[in-house]
C-alpha cells in the first residue's frame, strides 16, 4: 500500500473517531482581516441561527406570523426569544406577508420532524425534510435570498410528523447597489435555458452572454475544477445558509451541469488559504488563519487553528469527494496566511511565502519569507523544513497571495509588491527580474491579476508573463490614510522569460478602465477573459477610511474585457458584445474556465461574516458563455485517459467539413485553483498534431513536466477558433508525488501544531 494511500486511512480513522468535546475545546487565538468584532469567545452548543446586518429577525411569536390549524408554543432558553411554534397536524400552516428581497426560516430539526412545504407568493418552491438523526435547535431550515425587491408572502405548511418555528428572518434589501435579479434555486434541476439571461442584442457570432443560475450555499471565496462536472467551493468560517450535521458548511461540492451544491466537512478555518493538485490528481489545500475570538468563534463553529493545516481531496467525481484532515500526522511545517501553491516539475506543491498569522497588510512581525515543499522535501539542507526565501524580505509589505508560476526552464516565476524574479528550485538560486513599471504593486492588498500566457511548439514554449491591475498606493502607508476612493490601476505589463527578453524588460499597455481584484481567465483559443474587481480602494475589509459597508473598495465593474495577446499592442482589448451584470464582484471573488468551455463566476464577501447590506456577502452564480458557444461546436470521440510525456496518441474527432492545419489547435489546460485573483496554476499548452484523415488526429503529449507538471489536465480541440468541450486527461503517469519520509519525520519531529 502506497504511503499517501496509508496516510489517508489513518487520517480518516483518527478524524471519525475523534469525540465531539475533543472538536470543541481547542484553544481559540484572536485573528481577523484588520479587526475583529466583540462577540462570544466562550464554548457553546453551536446554533446556525444568525442575523446578518442588512437582515431583521422575527420570533415565532411576532403578531406578523399568522398560524392555522392546531399549534402549540413552547418555552425553553434554547429557542430564539425563549419560544417556539409547533405543530403535529398535517396541512397546519404558518403564514407571513414581509417586505424584502430574501427569507430564512429557522427551527429544530430531529427524528420526531417530518417533510414541510414551502410557498412563496402562492407557488410551491421546495419541500423541505426536517428529519435528522438528533435534534438540532435553531437550524436554518429553508432560505431564498434572491426574491425581488418588495412584498412577499411566505407559507409553510406540514406535510409530515410535524413542524415547527422558531424565528423567521428577512432580508431587507437596502443599500443594493442595482435591483436583485431572481435566478433558479440550486436545488431546480431545470435546463440552463430556463435561467435569466442577460446579453447584447448583437450577431450571435460575436454574442457574448451572462445567465444566472444557481447558488454556492457557501460564499466562492475558493474555486476549483475537480472533475468534468463537478466544482469545489471553499469559504471561511462564516454563518453560511448552507449547513452539514447542524452546523453551517464552509466547503462544498457544486454540480457544473445540474447547479445543485452539497456540503462538505471542514475542521479547520479555511480562510485565505491556498491550493493545487497533486500528480495524482489529488487536491491540496493549505494554511488558513486561526479560531477568530468573535461571533465566527469556535462557541459558534468548533473549528480549529488553521495555519498549517493540509487538506486533501483525493481525486472524485462529484458524489464520493471528502476532506481529509490531521494536524498531528500530515501538516505544514510554519503557519501559512494567504500563501501561494504551485505545482512543480515533479507532481509535487511548493508552498511560497505569506503571512504566519491573520492581519491585513504584511509586515516583518509576522512575515513569512520562506518556501517548502508537500511532500516533505529533504532539498539544499532543508530536511523537510522551510527554507528563507530573500525576496521575501525585499518585498514587505504588499506581499502576500504572491503571483507564480512553474515555467518550461524549470524554474518557476514569482512577483509580489513591485518586484518579479526566477527561482530556481533545484540550486534554491533567486534570479531578479525588472522592476515592475511606474510604481504599480500588483499582490495583496494592492492586488493585480496575472497569467502565463499560452506556450506553444511553435516558438519552442516561449514562457511570457502578462499581469494586469494593481495599484500605487503606498504600501507603508497608514490603514487610516487610504480611501476605497484611490483609484486603481490601469496598466498591463508583460514580459518574456528568455535572456533577450528580459533584457528588454516589462512591456507596458493599459486596460480600457482601472482594475484591481481582477480575475483572469485564459480560454482554449488562447485569449484572456478579465472579469470581476473594482475601480478604486484596495483588498480586504474594515481597513481603510471612506468604506462602503465593511468593503476597502467601491466602484465595482460589472462588464468583462477580453484580451488578445497575439493582436498588435494597443489592439489587444474589447468590450465589443459582452454583457453586464447587476452583481458587483469585488474581495473574495472567483471565476474559471469550466470543461465545458464557459466561465463560471462566483462569491463576493468583503465582510468579517455574512452580510446584507451594500456590497454583501453574494451567493449566486454567473455563467459567462463566449460566442463559441452559440455556433456548431467540435466534439472529441475519443482520446486516451492518461498521456505520457512526449507520448503519440491519436485523437477521433467529428466535425462536419474538412480542415487545414492552420485551422487546428490541440489545448491541453490546467484550469487551476483560484482565490484572490490568484490562479497560480492555470496553464495552457498547444500540443504538437499532425493531420490524418477521417477525422483522426496524430498528436504527442507535452516534452516534459516543465513544460506542463505531471497532474490532471482538460484537452480541447480548437477547430476555427471554436473549442470542442474538455476531455479529462492524466498527463504522465498519474503516481503520487516523491515522498521523502525522512523528511516527514524530521519536520513533524522538529516543529508543533499551530
Known sequence: MSLIVSMFFALFYAICTLPLFTWLSFAHDPAWNGYTDAGSTSLAPFTPYYVAPGTKSYDSSSPLIMYTGKWTRIYSNEYVHQTLHRTAERGAAAIFTFFGTGIEWFGCTGKDYGNADVYIDGILVRTVNNRSPEEWKQQRLYWNYTLTSGKHTAKFVNRGLAMNVDALVVTLGEGSVVPQLGHLSSTNRSDLSQATLLATEISPVTRWELVQQGSTGVNAMQLAIISSTHAIIIDKVEHNPLTIEGHPAWAAIYDLNTHGVRPLKLGTNSFCAGGAFLRNGTLVNVGGNPVVDSHTSPGDFGDRDGRQAVRMIEPCDGTDCTILEDRNRIRMASPRWYPTVVRISDGSAMIIGGSKRGGWMNNDTVNNPTIEYFPSKDIHGSNGLPIHMPFFVDTLNANLFPIAFSLPNGRVFIAANQDA??????????????????????????????????????????????????????????????????????????????????????????????????????????????VNGARSGISGYGNCKDRVGESNADGPLLSPILYDPRAPNGKRFSTSG?????????????????????????????????????????????????????????????????????????????????????????????????????????????????????????????????????????LFLVIGGVPSVAAKVTIGDGQQPPINEAARENMLKSTTVD
Not at 476612493?485 to 518574456?496: G, N
Not at 463559441?628 to 512526449?646: A, E, L, N, Q
Not at 496553464?683 to 504527442?700: A, D, H, I, M, P
Request: charged share 15%.
Open 421 to 530: 524574479m526566477m527561482y530556481d528550485w533545484k540550486t534554491n538560486t533567486e534570479q531578479r527580474l525588472p522592476r515592475i513599471p511606474n510604481g504599480v504593486r500588483v499582490t495583496y492588498p494592492m492586488t493585480g491579476a496575472g497569467i502565463l500566457l499560452p506556450l506553444s511548439p511553435e516558438n519552442n514554449y516561449e514562457p511570457e508573463i502578462l499581469i494586469c491591475g494593481g495599484s500605487t498606493i503606498d504600501d507603508k502607508m497608514a490603514s487610516f490614510a487610504i480611501s476605497s476612493q484611490d483609484p486603481a490601476s490601469t496598466q498591463c505589463q508583460r514580459i518574456v522569460l528568455t535572456h533577450e527578453g528580459i533584457q528588454t524588460g516589462w512591456q507596458v499597455e493599459h486596460m480600457p478602465e482601472p482594475r484591481t481584484m481582477a480575475d483572469a481567465v485564459l480560454l482554449p483559443t488562447g485569449q484572456v477573459v478579465i
Open 578 to 714: 459582452m454583457p453586464t451584470s447587476n452583481i458587483p464582484r469585488l474581495y473574495h471573488s472567483v471565476a474559471s474556465l469550466t470543461p465545458l468551455g464557459i466561465i463560471m463566476i462566483a462569491g463576493s464577501n468583503p465582510n468579517l461574516d455574512r452580510s446584507e447590506v451594500k456590497y454583501g456577502t453574494e451567493y449566486r452564480v454567473e455563467w459567462l458563455r463566449p460566442p463559441y458557444m452559440s455556433v456548431t461546436r467540435p466534439r472529441i470521440v475519443d482520446c486516451p485517459s492518461k498521456i505520457s510525456f512526449g507520448q503519440a496518441f491519436l485523437l477521433k474527432y467529428d466535425w462536419s467539413t474538412e480542415v487545414q492545419d492552420q485551422d487546428v489547435k490541440i489545448a491541453l489546460m490546467d484550469l487551476g485553483f483560484v482565490t484572490h485573483s490568484n490562479h497560480a496554476n492555470s496553464r495552457l499548452v498547444y500540443l504538437e498534431f499532425s493531420l490524418q484523415g477521417n477525422n483522426l488526429l496524430s498528436s504527442k503529449g507535452p516534452p516534459s513536466g516543465d513544460v506542463y507538471p505531471p497532474g490532471t489536465g482538460y
